[in-house]
């Protein structure tokens, strides 16, 4: 399918818009391309958006989208502090456009751009709370705001101390501007001084990845790693303890006398060399039967003991 995009009131052809995606995922590519297509003018908006409304003309929202291309470019270099790729930015930012497109009434007397310009924010705004490698960077609406604002508003208080010569050049923000910010931003000064630290400080990877020559990485989720205290492994080895000794005792007494006696010779006697009980041939010689008749009993019993472990369990 060909899209149209204008040009000076023309209509100019262009190939499918996925045709401005180089082959080889160049982002700079991209962005030289989305720069060069021309923007629309007030009429051509209007007459492109009544097209999609009305009617669900795909063309022209597609006309739409592709004109406004650079504003999601320039928004995104906004927020390349978060240390977020750059093409993902887009990505998300394109959507946002997508959206703002396709909820844009052109009888509200308000340009695309402006329209769109929340909507990209919002969906970039949106992608980076949710892969932001910290947890639970920002859970409300006043914290999202100091999230977004905290960098920005550090800059412009570290211009203002530059202006007016004052001689400190601190990285962290002193108690007059704590206070500033929480005033401006309408949060708790505690809330100030905990994003900025979150923010300041590096992102720790827990569980890194194998070294480049194949050596296990060490990370710090080895040390927090303590599989004895989780809950389900002391439950666990709660039950094998039981099993262990009230269990076993339940089940040995479920035995005749000479079955117990062979399980117990077999399983569970240890001398005081750690060598074991009775084998097979000893205890046959003793009851006067062959070494097979002896693992059969075994084999039984050890059978029955199962039966009464589960029930007991």
């Known amino acids: 399918?060909?899209?149209?995009?204008?040009?000076?009131?023309?209509?100019?052809?262009?190939?499918?818009?996925?045709?401005?995606?180089?082959?080889?995922?160049?982002?700079?590519?991209?962005?030289?391309?989305?720069?060069?297509?021309?923007m629309l003018t007030l009429e051509?908006?209007?007459?492109?958006?009544?097209?999609?409304?009305?009617?669900?003309?795909?063309?022209?929202?597609?006309?739409?989208?592709?004109?406004?291309?650079?504003?999601?470019v320039s928004v995104s270099r906004q927020y390349l502090g978060y240390?977020?790729?750059?093409?993902?930015?887009?990505?998300?930012?394109?959507?946002?456009?997508?959206k703002a497109v396709k909820r844009f009434d052109p009888d509200q007397g308000?340009?695309?751009?402006?329209?769109?310009?929340?909507?990209?924010k919002a969906e970039i705004h949106e992608y980076i709370l949710k892969n932001w490698r910290m947890v639970k960077v920002a859970t409300t609406k006043a914290q999202r705001k100091l999230f977004f604002n905290l960098r920005s508003m550090k800059q412009r208080f570290k211009a203002d101390d530059a202006a007016?010569?004052?001689?400190?050049?601190r990285d962290t923000l002193n108690e007059a501007q704590i206070d500033a910010m929480a005033r401006e931003l309408r949060v708790k000064r505690e809330e100030v001084i905990e994003m900025e630290t979150r923010l300041s400080g590096g992102d720790v990877l827990l569980d890194p990845s194998p070294s480049d020559d194949g050596d296990e990485a060490f990370g710090p989720i080895a040390y927090l790693t303590d599989a004895s205290h989780e809950p389900t492994a002391m439950l666990e080895a709660?039950?094998?303890?039981?099993?262990?000794?009230?269990?076993?005792a339940m089940a040995l007494e479920a035995l005749d006398p000479r079955s117990r006696r062979i399980v117990e010779e077999r399983w569970l006697k240890v001398n005081d060399d750690n060598s074991g009980g009775m084998t097979l041939h000893e205890l046959a010689a003793e009851y006067g039967v062959s070494a097979e008749r002896i693992r059969q009993i075994e084999v039984a019993a050890m059978k029955k003991m199962k039966t009464t472990l589960a029930a007991y369990a």
């Open 238 to 248: 709660r039950e094998r303890d039981t099993l262990a000794s009230d269990g076993i």
């Open 44 to 72: 051509e908006e209007q007459q492109f958006a009544r097209q999609f409304k009305q009617d669900n003309n795909l063309e022209a929202a597609g006309k739409l989208v592709l004109s406004h291309l650079r504003l999601v």
């Open 164 to 169: 007016a010569d004052s001689g400190t050049h």
């Open 110 to 120: 308000v340009r695309l751009v402006s329209y769109a310009l929340h909507w990209i």
């Open 1 to 38: 399918m060909t899209t149209y995009i204008a040009n000076s009131g023309n209509a100019l052809a262009v190939a499918n818009p996925w045709s401005l995606v180089p082959p080889l995922g160049n982002l700079d590519a991209y962005i030289s391309a989305a720069n060069r297509l021309p």
């Open 83 to 98: 240390g977020l790729p750059h093409a993902d930015l887009i990505q998300e930012g394109n959507v946002g456009l997508m």
